[in-house]
C-alpha cells in the first residue's frame, strides 16, 4: 500500500514505463481524474453545507451523521481517484487493457442507499406529526 | 483532414476542466471556512488552515489551469491535488465533530 503512495507521487517512475503514449490519451485520463475530483469536492462540499445550513434533525446527531458520511466519502472518492488515473496511464503506457473499477457501482448504490433511507426518514416524519 | 491530431482542442478542453475544478475547490473551502468561523481562536485557525490549503491549491492549479503552449499532463501536481482535497474533507470533519462537544 505505502509502496503504490509513493507512486503516486514519482512521476519519474511512471515516464520510465512502457511507450510515451499519444499525448491525447494522457489529456482524457488526466480530465477523467479532474471529473472524479470534482465529483469528491461536491461530496466534501455537500457535507459541509450539511453541517451548517441543515436544521437539527429529531434523530439525535443524525444531521452530523450525514455530514461526516459525506465528507468521509468525498476523501475516499478523491483517493480513488488518483489511484485509478495513476493504473490507467500505466495501462496506456503499456498497451494493456484499462484497469477494470467496481467503484462507480458502488458510489452509485451507496449514494442511492442513503438518498432512499433519507426519503423513509422524510416520510416517516410527515406520517408521524400528523 | 490527413492526420488525426487535434493540436488545439485536447489541451484546451484540460485547461477548462482544471478550471472547473478550481472553481468547485474554491466554493468548498468558502464553505469550510464559514463553517470554521465560529469566533474563537480555534475556530479562526482551522479557518486559517482551510484559507491555506486553498492557496496551496491554487498555487497547484494555476499553471494546468492558465498554461498556453503544449500541455503538461500528469506529475505530481494530481496526487497533491488529491491531497488538498481530502485535507478539506478531515478538517471537515474535525470541525463537525467540534460542534457536537
Known amino acids: 500500500m505505502w509502496e503504490a503512495i509513493r507512486r503516486w507521487f514519482d512521476p519519474a517512475e511512471l515516464r520510465s514505463i512502457g511507450e510515451p503514449p499519444d499525448y491525447r490519451f494522457s489529456l482524457a485520463n488526466e480530465r477523467t481524474f479532474l471529473a472524479w475530483l470534482r465529483t469528491a469536492l461536491a461530496l466534501v462540499g455537500g457535507g459541509l453545507a450539511t453541517a451548517q445550513f441543515l436544521p437539527p434533525l429529531p434523530m439525535s446527531h443524525l444531521r452530523e451523521v450525514i455530514a461526516v458520511a459525506l465528507l468521509l466519502l468525498g476523501g475516499a472518492v478523491a483517493i480513488r481517484a488518483v489511484d485509478h488515473w495513476a493504473r490507467t496511464e500505466r495501462a496506456i503506457r503499456l498497451g494493456e487493457e484499462l484497469p477494470a473499477s467496481r467503484f462507480p457501482a458502488v458510489l452509485a448504490l451507496a449514494l442511492a442507499a442513503g438518498a432512499v433511507l433519507l426519503v423513509v426518514a422524510v416520510l416517516v416524519r410527515a406520517i408521524g406529526g400528523q | ?101
Do not use: N
Open chain 2, 1 to 101: 483532414m490527413s492526420t488525426g491530431r487535434d493540436p488545439g482542442l485536447q489541451p484546451e478542453r484540460t485547461r477548462l476542466a482544471w478550471r472547473r475544478t478550481l472553481l468547485t475547490a474554491s466554493v468548498v473551502t468558502a464553505l469550510a471556512a464559514r463553517l470554521a468561523s465560529a469566533g474563537d481562536p480555534v475556530g479562526a485557525l482551522v479557518a486559517g488552515s482551510t484559507v491555506v490549503v486553498w492557496g496551496a491549491l491554487l498555487a497547484l492549479c494555476w499553471p494546468r489551469a492558465t498554461g498556453t503552449g503544449p500541455a503538461r499532463t500528469g506529475g505530481r501536481t494530481l496526487p497533491l491535488v488529491a491531497l488538498g482535497t481530502v485535507g478539506l474533507a478531515l478538517l471537515g470533519v474535525l470541525l463537525v465533530l467540534r460542534r457536537l462537544g
